[in-house]
């Protein structure tokens, strides 16, 4: 075998073993590239053991009946406002019990797919108070889906 050959025959392996590489990457997810259904579920999970939901109060968040025209934090039990505000920190909404502008900026007006109402949400919502952090984040969130309809539970 010629040293040319020989050459020829390492750089063919050379390219396949970089195509397998490559081929190889593609199918490998980021760590933090979590399915959103997979990262929903987590949170959900998380968040429901750590405010202690009772089953009715699960079935609520499942069936997407938590949040109605008559919800108030006056008429929703504090475990499930705090299971909010543990959901909004999980899902980066919430930063140090505060909206996460910066990312609710980003994410919104693709979500709603109207930049200038999703403006308008943002400040409408972020004027809200409660007695406590738990209410201050369910009341936040009540607002975000008065708003843009958006129900992320």
Request: glycine letters at 2%; one cysteine or more; proline letters at 4%.
């Amino acid at each position: 075998m010629s040293a040319k050959t020989t050459f020829s025959n390492t750089k063919l392996l050379l390219i396949i073993g970089m195509v397998v590489v490559i081929i190889n990457c593609w199918k490998i997810k980021p760590i933090d590239a979590q399915d959103p259904e997979e990262r929903v579920k987590a949170i959900r999970k998380k968040c429901i053991a750590a405010n202690k939901l009772t089953d009715d109060q699960v079935k609520l968040i499942m069936d997407h009946d938590l949040f109605t025209p008559t919800t108030t934090a006056a008429n929703t039990p504090k475990n499930l406002q705090c299971y909010c505000l543990c959901y909004l920190h999980e899902a980066n909404i919430f930063q140090n019990n505060k909206p996460n502008e910066k990312f609710l900026r980003e994410v919104l007006p693709v979500m709603i797919n109207d930049k200038t109402k999703a403006e308008k949400i943002l400040e409408k919502c972020k004027k809200l108070e409660g007695k406590d952090d738990c209410e201050i984040g369910f009341n936040y969130e009540l607002c975000l889906i008065k708003e843009s309809g958006l129900y992320m539970y």
